[in-house]
């Protein structure tokens, strides 16, 4: 597939900056973070202008398919479905009075119940993960569940609550004191979660992935969160399943919990239910874990909770996952780049791989070095492909490719990992004649 195009057009009002890389740099260096700007110009110095479907159009006119976006476009971009419901309600109402009643935020809620396992009916919109998360640690305080438990490596956002419960030092370190109170223990260890709990009766509110994404997409053992829920059960303590990452679709099934038929006190959505056009999150309780915040409904609030623009986004992910059978094809696209990827990384870099693993379309190719991800990011980006680090993990390359790939750009994204591949290789895999281990 060709990905040399007309450059995008430029944004409304663009002084001429919009398509100036030194221009750009040095505003990201006055005007934003200099860290950042130096890994915009370490992944080639691209301008993004434009995006559509999988792919993203830069200002030269690069076509770059996008199977990184941290896991919030299993729609791709701008997809017609959601772009649709987003217009109209952009040109009906697109914030609330939050004084009347309003429909999108009801449907929208709705919507999201039909699709989480049953007994979760009741939902608090906001506006990204980590609010999901800090809304839930509230949640779980209303019952006297004040400990929080979550797993080292875990990643949920860095607001200081969910920031408590990001199991990462690097992170944290800054911005101490955080949350009092918070435990740690090892992801997929049931046994160890019902220890901690059992030293903490009817206080624990247990935060855990279904699958650890930013840890560098950590499977558990078969079984582990109906143990986590028994666990939970038996020691009083509140359960919330973190499915920002994972949920509606990403895993090849609505959820992660609907692989092992669990049903937490409270579900955090995130990333994909923006359907890739606004910024939104949820969480989804039971009835009775929800009840303290129906007492008073100013309790937990926020300006943008439920607006009707990222509803309406809400909506539209919602619908077309479910008219396009996006869970099901993610399940079996997944499948499929899974063991094509996995044979190219493995067939170039021999023994650096340490692991190739993925549910869905959640894909992690771990090596052996450390340098060998960020080098291939980089050169997937060359060979146009988008990929993502780690947050938590530096040993692995992830990969969240849309569910709405078509045939050719599956070719697509297969023949440019293998040439990324087989150009990093060459500087890391001792040749036959005993050449560079790292050049
Ligand atoms: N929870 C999980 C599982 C996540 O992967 C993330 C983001 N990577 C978050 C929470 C935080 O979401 P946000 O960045 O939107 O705050």
């Known amino acids: 597939m060709n990905t040399a195009s007309v450059p995008a057009a430029p944004p409304a009002g663009d002084d001429g900056r919009a398509y100036d890389r030194s221009a750009l740099g040095a505003l990201y260096r006055t005007r934003l973070n200099k860290g950042r700007a130096v890994l915009g110009e370490m992944f080639g110095g691209h301008v993004e202008l434009e995006s559509r479907g999988a792919w993203?159009?830069?200002?030269?006119?690069?076509?770059?398919?996008?199977?990184?976006?941290?896991?919030?476009?299993?729609?791709?971009?701008?997809?017609?479905?959601?772009?649709?419901?987003?217009?109209?309600?952009?040109?009906?109402?697109?914030?609330?009075?939050?004084?009347?009643?309003?429909?999108?935020?009801?449907?929208?809620?709705?919507a999201l119940v039909e699709v989480v396992p049953a007994g979760l009916e009741r939902v608090h919109f906001a506006g990204s993960g980590a609010e999901a998360v800090e809304t839930a640690i509230k949640m779980?305080?209303?019952?006297?569940?004040?400990?929080?438990?979550?797993?080292?490596?875990?990643?949920?956002?860095?607001?200081?609550?969910?920031?408590?419960?990001?199991?990462?030092?690097?992170?944290?370190?800054?911005f101490r004191p955080l949350l009092p109170d918070v435990h740690h223990v090892p992801f997929g260890d049931a046994e160890a979660l019902d220890e901690l709990l059992a030293t903490i009766p009817g206080r624990g509110c247990v935060v855990v992935e279904p699958v650890q994404g930013e840890a560098g997409v950590v499977l558990p053992p078969d079984?582990?969160?109906?143990?986590?829920?028994?666990?939970?059960?038996?020691?009083?303590?509140?359960?919330?399943?973190?499915?920002?990452?994972?949920?509606?679709?990403r895993l090849g099934t609505w959820f992660g919990a609907d692989r092992e038929g669990v049903t937490p006190d409270a579900l955090l959505v995130g990333k994909g239910l923006s359907g890739g056009v606004i910024p939104v999150s949820a969480v989804v309780a039971t009835p009775r874990a929800f009840s303290v915040f129906d007492r008073d409904p100013y309790l937990?609030?926020?300006?943008?909770?439920?607006?009707?623009?990222?509803?309406?986004?809400?909506?539209g992910a919602i619908t077309a996952i479910k008219e396009e059978g996006l869970v099901e094809r993610s399940r079996d696209?997944?499948?499929?780049?899974?063991?094509?990827?996995?044979?190219?990384?493995?067939?170039?870099?021999?023994?650096?791989?340490?692991?190739?693993?993925?549910?869905?379309?959640?894909?992690?190719?771990?090596?052996?070095?450390?340098?060998?991800?960020g080098d291939l990011l980089i050169e997937l980006v060359s060979q146009g492909v988008i990929a993502n680090h780690s947050l938590n993990s530096h040993l692995v390359l992830?990969?969240?490719?849309?569910?709405?790939?078509?045939?050719?750009?599956?070719?697509?994204?297969?023949?440019?990992?293998?040439?990324?591949?087989?150009?990093?290789?060459?500087?890391?895999?001792?040749t036959s004649e005993g050449g560079p281990v790292h050049a």
């Not at 017609?80 to 429909?103: F, G, K, M, Y």
């Open 333 to 373: 696209l997944g499948a499929q780049l899974l063991r094509t990827l996995g044979d190219t990384v493995r067939e170039h870099f021999g023994d650096a791989v340490r692991d190739v693993r993925g549910r869905g379309l959640l894909l992690g190719f771990e090596f052996r070095e450390p340098g060998i991800p």
């Open 398 to 430: 992830r990969l969240t490719p849309p569910a709405v790939l078509d045939a050719a750009e599956v070719s697509f994204l297969c023949e440019a990992f293998d040439r990324a591949c087989r150009a990093q290789a060459a500087r890391y895999v001792p």
């Open 300 to 315: 937990h609030t926020s300006t943008f909770s439920g607006v009707p623009i990222a509803m309406a986004a809400a909506r």
């Open 140 to 174: 779980a305080r209303t019952h006297g569940r004040d400990h929080l438990v979550a797993t080292y490596d875990g990643y949920h956002g860095k607001t200081m609550g969910a920031l408590s419960l990001t199991g990462k030092d690097v992170f944290q370190a800054p």
């Open 223 to 249: 079984g582990y969160l109906r143990a986590v829920q028994r666990a939970c059960t038996r020691h009083g303590a509140f359960f919330v399943l973190d499915e920002v990452q994972t949920g509606l679709g």
């Open 56 to 110: 993203v159009i830069t200002a030269e006119g690069r076509r770059i398919l996008n199977c990184g976006g941290y896991g919030v476009l299993l729609l791709g971009s701008r997809h017609p479905t959601v772009v649709r419901l987003v217009e109209e309600q952009l040109h009906r109402n697109p914030v609330a009075t939050r004084v009347l009643l309003e429909p999108q935020a009801a449907l929208a809620a709705d």
